[in-house]
């Protein structure tokens, strides 16, 4: 069964500042999808950025970026410039022949 | 706003009883999927609807169970609550039978107390 790690429950960043969010992942598959979502204090479920694992090219949304590294099973996600409401849960999330399977989450703060 | 509805927003109820959860996808999505997330387990996927038929079950319990309707929207039904049961329910919807991109609703939050 695939499985989704993110090995940093918390972490906090300055305004303006770059953070780097970590996640590893384990699957036997070739084909799947990688995933970043935000879950800011409203609760709702929002899409930060995608990669297809086909893609060699990193997946970048304005100021958030991925450094995929396929034989790693590695997919972190990056954000630049970080603004106050970055502040949010992270998870990460992989599909391959099985629904969304999530990480645990990042609990991260951004600090003026 | 994903274009995904939920209702109700809020549920409260007592142990041992039971209630539906209903889901509208957005418009031209015809896969429906339901996630729990808990404090304790995370967010785990439960069930996943495709066009009226199921298409795959994840951790879903024997006293929950879902449909989707030929309008497309669907319901979770969960039964003989338990404490335990108390989560923030999501439904995503997509537009492909597989949905590589999910758009998630709002959620249910249900406490059973």
């Known amino acids: 069964a695939q499985t989704v790690t993110q090995s940093q429950p918390e972490m906090s960043v300055q305004e303006a500042e770059t953070v780097t969010l970590s996640c590893t992942y384990d699957?036997?598959?070739?084909?799947?999808?990688l995933f970043w979502y935000k879950q800011p204090p409203s609760r709702q479920m929002i899409l930060v950025i995608r990669q297809e694992a086909y893609k060699q090219q990193n997946a970048t949304e304005n100021r958030f970026s991925v450094n995929f590294q396929k034989a790693a099973k590695s997919f972190s996600l990056k954000i630049s410039d970080s603004q106050l409401g970055d502040t949010a849960m992270y998870f990460c999330?992989?599909?391959?022949?099985?629904?969304?399977?999530f990480g645990k989450g990042t609990r991260l703060s951004v600090i003026a | 706003d994903s274009g995904v509805t939920q209702t109700p927003k809020h549920l409260i109820t007592a142990t041992g009883q039971r209630v539906t959860l209903r889901c509208s996808p957005r418009s031209g999505d015809l896969s429906v999927y339901w996630y729990q997330q808990s404090l304790d387990q995370g967010l785990q996927f439960l069930i996943h609807y495709y066009n009226g038929e199921e298409r795959a079950k994840g951790n879903i319990l024997e006293r929950f169970s879902a449909q989707q309707f030929p309008d497309l929207h669907s319901e979770l039904n969960l039964s003989s609550l338990e404490l335990g049961d108390s989560a923030l329910y999501f439904c995503a919807s997509t537009t492909s039978r597989d949905g590589d991109e999910q758009f998630f609703g709002p959620g249910t939050r249900l406490t059973v107390l």
């Open positions: 699957t036997s598959e070739s084909n799947y999808y």
């Open positions: 999330a992989f599909r391959g022949n099985t629904p969304l399977v």
